[in-house]
């Protein structure tokens, strides 16, 4: 169940690119009013809400905002949101998937066409990427919570899939089917994680020269930095050279 994961290379800049927290408590509030509303607006009885409040409070999202965004729903209140999918070619033909919500569908879609555009990528249609990369849960914990022995006991006993333990942290990958108990296992053990989430997980890695990687990083970047994306995902890997050269 061990390996080495370049999951982390792909998405080091995260948080450097949520540098501003006013955007990024936008993006939270706007996933947990979204899930509250598709579900219950309790926590406990509603996973989807449950992990936007668990990401939420990673981030230091202050409880009140937190709150706020459930009460909303549970009001009725506040935008419709459209969950949309954007699949596409980034620079060196590398796989980027795009989960955004949405009040303006035609919006999201020209803004996201013209940043693969202007990359040299092009977007395609949904399903046109997906299928080389594995929907599935990722639980994260800090590497205090647990020796790596302990957490890869822990999770085998779950039932999880995977597990990758690094000097970030301890990364726990469960299928969409398994990932709720699995997270809720591991919680009862270790407390809540800092991060327990459905995600794409790349089934392979393309590595990329760096000025295809520098390209990609912006690419990004822009994606990142718009109001209505909320996840990027990608398959390809970057030199640690780069990673120093562009901060991340």
């Known amino acids: 169940m061990a390996g080495h994961s370049q999951f982390k290379n792909i998405m080091h800049r995260k948080g450097r690119q949520d540098a501003q927290k006013s955007k990024l408590f936008g993006k939270l509030a706007r996933e947990?009013?979204?899930a509250a509303k598709l579900g219950t607006p309790d926590?406990?009885?509603n996973p989807r809400l449950r992990a936007?409040?668990?990401a939420a409070r990673a981030?230091?999202?202050?409880?009140?905002n937190i709150d706020r965004a459930i009460k909303k729903a549970a009001g009725n209140e506040g935008e419709n949101y459209d969950e949309i999918r954007y699949e596409g070619y980034g620079p060196g033909g590398v796989a980027v998937i795009i989960e955004a919500l949405t009040d303006n569908r035609n919006r999201a879609a020209s803004d996201i066409r013209s940043f693969f555009t202007k990359s040299g990528g092009n977007?395609?249609?949904t399903g046109s990427v997906a299928f080389m990369f594995d929907r599935t849960g990722i639980i994260e914990y800090d590497k205090s919570v647990a020796s790596d022995d302990a957490m890869l006991d822990a999770a085998i006993e779950a039932g999880a899939d995977d597990v990758v333990s690094s000097e970030a942290g301890h990364e726990v990958y469960a299928?969409?089917?398994t990932f709720r108990e699995v997270a809720k296992a591991l919680e009862a053990k270790f407390g809540e994680p800092r991060k327990a989430a459905l995600t794409w997980k790349p089934q392979n890695t393309v590595a990329v020269d760096?000025?295809?990687g520098e390209k990609l990083l912006k690419l990004m970047d822009l994606l990142n930095e718009h109001d209505d994306v909320q996840n990027v995902f990608a398959n390809f890997e970057i030199s640690d050279a780069l990673v120093a050269k562009m901060g991340g």
């Open 175 to 177: 299928s969409q089917d």
């Open 123 to 125: 977007l395609g249609e």
């Open 43 to 45: 926590p406990a009885m």
């Open 210 to 212: 760096d000025e295809t």
């Open 52 to 54: 936007a409040v668990v």
């Open 59 to 64: 981030e230091n999202m202050p409880k009140d």
């Open 32 to 34: 947990i009013t979204v």
